[in-house]
């Protein structure tokens, strides 16, 4: 059984392009996470959702844009991909902000 | 703005031996601390977390503690396996309730057979 699950899990794309990601969590929680681990393998978060609320807005681009259609799932779709934009996107869920969390096995993206 | 940091970034100990990993942070109004363990290609594995009010946490042969007046918390493992060989990250979250996970660059550690 999948807690955290992602799609795809492997991303290669041209700049320029728009592409978006999935996340689905069947472990009931109420809050979602985006996080991006770049070549230097350091996590920062991007996003949080709280029942589907916007909680927390990293200082993140605008081609950035996180989905929650329901709580369990958490989309992020990405504009006008740049070369800086390959890294690793990890989702996590948690209960509620502030409880422990748990990761999805992450997306690697990289733009030619 | 709170900064977390791993010391050693990276550690090599023969299979068997008791080890510790360090983690510091700068602003003790932290409201719980997570223990990851990350293995290469893959996603995050949740150890131990600890809340702002508890000293430690057990799991297994994982040992987590906890000291927000010196901003510090250590992970000890115990007797070492080659298959704890994982990059080993710790992060917190400041009082808030915002889930907001600051993380450190990790240790990387490999135990020898």
């Known amino acids: 059984d999948t807690a955290v699950s992602q799609t795809p899990k492997y991303l290669v794309t041209q700049m320029g392009n728009d592409k978006s990601i999935k996340c689905e969590q069947n472990l009931g929680h109420d809050t979602m996470y985006w996080y991006k681990q770049d070549s230097k393998k350091f996590l920062k978060i991007m996003f949080s959702?709280?029942?589907?609320?916007?909680?927390i807005n990293e200082t993140v681009p605008n081609r950035f844009s996180p989905k929650s259609p329901d709580k369990a799932h958490l989309n992020l779709h990405i504009n006008s991909l740049e070369l800086g934009d390959s890294a690793v996107y990890f989702c996590a869920s948690s209960r509620q902000g502030g409880r422990e969390q748990f990761f999805g096995p992450g997306t690697r993206l990289t733009v030619l | 703005k709170q900064e977390v940091t791993q010391i050693p970034a990276a550690l090599s100990v023969p299979e068997g031996e008791n080890l510790v990993l360090n983690c510091s942070f700068t602003?003790?109004?932290?409201?719980?601390l997570q223990w990851f363990r990350q293995d290469p290609g893959k996603g995050l594995t949740s150890l131990l977390l600890?809340?702002?009010?508890?000293r430690e946490q057990t799991s297994g042969r994982l040992n987590a503690s906890l000291d927000k007046s010196s901003g510090r918390s250590t992970l000890y493992i115990a007797a070492s396996q080659p298959g704890d060989s994982a990059t080993y990250l710790c992060?917190?979250?400041?009082?808030?309730?915002?889930?907001?996970?600051?993380f450190g660059q990790g240790t990387t550690l490999q135990v020898k057979p």
């Open positions: 959702y709280n029942n589907k609320e916007l909680i």
């Open positions: 992060a917190d979250q400041l009082t808030g309730n915002t889930g907001k996970l600051i």
């Open positions: 602003d003790s109004a932290i409201y719980n």
């Open positions: 600890i809340q702002s009010s508890q």
